[in-house]
């Protein structure tokens, strides 16, 4: 198949049979916008599609895009991602792009969610309790950073001791051990995150660390990288793609 034929094929795939509403407006942008996403990057590298689904919702939440957003959970439903899978992708933004940005897009979710008749609340994956989310996020984080972090909450200034403390409870404690998706997708997902957020290029750096630690390898983040290229613009995605081969040397 030629790319048109391949980007038929993908879009039928995630958003069914019928022609996007931007055909008959702006046919020749469609044209382009189709082509490439879904007939190029989609076809590069060894990403499934539910993944590559997950990929585009955390980074069209990242970017607070959310007509986008909704589209895509929709598609992501529509190629058997469960609705957990879903929600915990969303969720795994909040530390990275905040609360409100999260809620907007978990609104967004939730409206996908009540008209496909999905029952909510979903099942709960919390997987700590009070007294114990920051020793479980602390060992999440030994085990994805190593001994970095031991290093990290020693030299932190006593006025920002706090920082380290939350990085731990918060960040992993709440988040990264939760069910519904595991540690490789979630550290692949917050790659993507970083890298779709611009100017967090330290902490791009760290994560494609951590990504090799959990089995992530460098082809793999490629891959995830170039998939958001079409969201995120070339700028970002180049700088993503410098901090893997600052990391990882060819």
């Known amino acids: ?12 795939k995630l958003f069914g049979d019928g ?3 931007a055909y008959a407006t702006d046919p020749d942008f469609q044209d382009i916008l189709s082509r490439f996403i879904f007939g190029e990057v ?12 997950l990929i585009t919702l955390v980074v069209l939440a990242t970017n607070q895009t959310l007509p986008q957003l909704k589209a895509h959970v929709h598609a992501a439903l529509n190629i058997g991602v469960m609705p957990t899978e879903i929600k915990e992708a969303v969720y795994q933004c909040a530390p990275y792009i905040g609360f409100p940005k999260t809620l907007n897009a978990i609104t967004e979710v939730n409206d996908v ?12 994956q919390k997987q700590v309790e009070e007294e114990t989310r920051f020793d479980k996020g602390l060992a999440v984080q030994v085990k994805i950073f190593r001994d970095i972090i031991s290093k ?12 380290q403390d939350y990085l731990s409870a918060f960040c992993f404690g709440d988040f990264y051990t939760r069910g519904g998706l595991d540690l490789k997708t979630r550290e692949l997902l917050t790659l993507c995150i970083l890298s779709a957020l611009g100017g967090a290029e330290n902490q791009v750096r760290a994560h494609v660390q951590g ?13 995830a990288i170039t998939h958001c290229l079409p969201y995120i613009g070339f700028p970002r995605t180049l700088n993503a793609l410098s901090c893997v081969n600052e990391i990882i040397p060819e």
């Open 42 to 53: 989609f076809y590069q590298g060894n990403l499934d599609d539910k993944l590559r689904e």
């Open 1 to 12: 198949m030629d790319r048109i034929e391949k980007s038929q094929v993908t879009y039928n």
């Open 19 to 21: 022609v996007s509403a």
């Open 152 to 163: 990290n909450r020693g030299n932190a200034p006593d006025n920002q001791k706090h920082i």
């Open 211 to 223: 990504n090799l630690n959990v089995g992530n390898n460098k082809e793999m983040m490629i891959t």
């Open 113 to 124: 969610f009540k008209a496909r008749n999905i029952e909510l609340p979903l099942e709960s």
